[in-house]
């Protein structure tokens, strides 16, 4: 079992930064790709960035390329979302999901981030 918690959302205006950490306990050891997703009010949920175990190869949603970045530190058994030029239409709550090849997926309970002037 894996255990996920997310924090660092919160209220910030439209061109500001977040950094969203989300750290696993349990069996991080055996985790292998780690997602930030998110959900806006009335919409489905959307895959934002995606991280592979090694750290080497990222994917982003075309809506937040180039300005935000995923991250991780298998160390610290953490990974990270740095939300740079932030825009009202990423107002959602924002959800890391890990994947153990053994067990499945495993989501975290999400973390609120508004944007608003």
């Known amino acids: 079992q894996v255990q996920l918690v997310e924090s660092g959302g919160g209220l910030v205006q439209p061109g500001g930064s977040l950094r969203l950490s989300c750290q696993g306990s349990?069996?991080?050891?055996?985790?292998?790709?780690m997602s930030w997703y998110r959900q806006a009010p009335g919409k489905e949920r959307e895959l934002v960035a995606y991280?592979?175990?090694?750290?080497?190869?990222?994917n982003y949603a075309d809506s937040v390329k180039g300005r935000f970045t995923i991250s991780r530190d298998n160390a610290k058994n953490t990974v990270y979302l740095q939300m740079n030029s932030l825009k009202l239409e990423d107002t959602a709550v924002y959800y890391c999901?890990?994947?153990?090849?053994?067990?499945?997926?495993?989501w975290g309970q999400g973390t609120q981030v508004t944007v608003s002037s």
């Open positions: 991280i592979t175990r090694a750290g080497d190869t990222t």
């Open positions: 999901k890990a994947f153990i090849p053994w067990s499945g997926y495993y």
């Open positions: 349990g069996f991080t050891s055996s985790i292998h790709a």
